[in-house]
């Protein structure tokens, strides 16, 4: 789980839906300041149990390097309403969606880099895989190959069993003692803890269980991915317990994908190192465009 630094917008950003065929999405749209060349557009897709609110921090600094961000509530995800049907949420039904977002971006005339964090690299995986062609780039960022690495596989099986048993009142306080268990927390403002637990109440119950069940049986589709024709980055902190580093280094090699390690960041770079995250990618994309332009 992202947790953000904090939660206001930046004046470059407003808070709208974003419509599509496949439904309307809760978005993050941040635009460059004016008398700042546009340079292109990113989708930004967030993880299990996240939301848009993991980018926030990105916003303005990747607005003021000249690229429009809208960072997506996937549906069922916090803001974005979903139906109660696991059946919703299979990942083919989210890369679809992923699809149909970035095709309702792209009438501004500027490419889409699309971006994944964490569970949304798979989505953003599936999507590229069932359809590249809305997409200018992918950036995976602390996703994997495959499933998460096993120790997380079975905390993970342990919360979806107690969804399918309890409310989801009462799993977030287990969740939290559980956390206390394991040991202090990093102190984490009132309205940001009081977020956290809004945003796990409002997302459907039976899209965390189906995309709980993807992160532990996902496979291995890197060999397919890097038979598509797409630049591609892969970026992560210096530590990750879903997708251990070595794995997400491995997974560039084979995709021949530009490598970025974020220095001080652990599985989320993009809320705690947003400035040198927003660099690393700002430049990946700036790249593409030279490339492109070639």
Same mark, same amino acid.
């Given at each position: 789980m992202s947790t953000p630094p904090f939660l206001t917008l930046p004046k470059v950003a407003v808070a709208r839906s974003l419509e599509t065929p496949r439904g309307s999405f809760a978005v993050h749209d941040a635009s460059p300041p004016a008398g700042t060349a546009v340079r292109g557009t990113a989708l930004l897709v967030p993880g299990f149990t996240g939301s848009k609110e993991d980018f926030i921090a990105l916003l303005q600094p990747l607005a003021e390097a000249?690229?429009?961000v809208v960072a997506v509530d996937g549906r069922g995800q916090? @803001?974005?309403?979903g139906p109660r049907d696991e059946s919703a949420y299979a990942l083919h039904e989210l890369a679809l969606d992923v699809v149909a977002q970035a095709r309702a971006l792209d009438g501004d005339g500027f490419p889409v880099?699309?971006?994944?964090?964490s569970f949304g690299g798979l989505v953003s995986r599936a999507a590229v895989l069932r359809d590249a062609s809305p997409f200018v780039s992918l950036t995976i960022l602390s996703s994997g190959p495959a499933?998460?690495?096993?120790?997380?596989q079975a905390r993970t099986r342990l919360l979806l069993e107690a969804l399918s048993v309890y409310d989801q009142e009462t799993v977030w306080r287990a969740m939290r003692d559980l956390d206390a268990e394991n040991g202090p927390r990093r102190d984490v403002p009132p309205e940001i803890s009081d977020f956290l637990r809004t945003r796990w109440l409002a997302?459907?119950? @039976?899209?965390l269980i189906a995309t709980g069940r993807q992160l532990v049986s996902e496979p291995d589709r890197v060999d397919e991915l890097a038979a598509v024709d797409l630049p591609k980055h892969v970026v992560s902190g210096v530590l990750d317990?879903?997708?251990?580093v070595p794995w997400m280094d491995e997974m560039a090699l084979r995709l021949g994908a530009r490598r970025r390690v974020i220095d001080g960041a652990e599985h989320s770079p993009n809320a705690e190192r947003p400035a040198e995250t927003a660099r690393a990618l700002a430049g990946f994309w700036d790249e593409v465009a030279r490339e492109a332009d070639r």
């Open positions: 000249g690229y429009r916090y @803001e974005s309403g880099h699309l971006l994944g964090h499933a998460i690495h096993h120790g997380q997302t459907v119950p @039976e899209q317990h879903a997708w251990p």
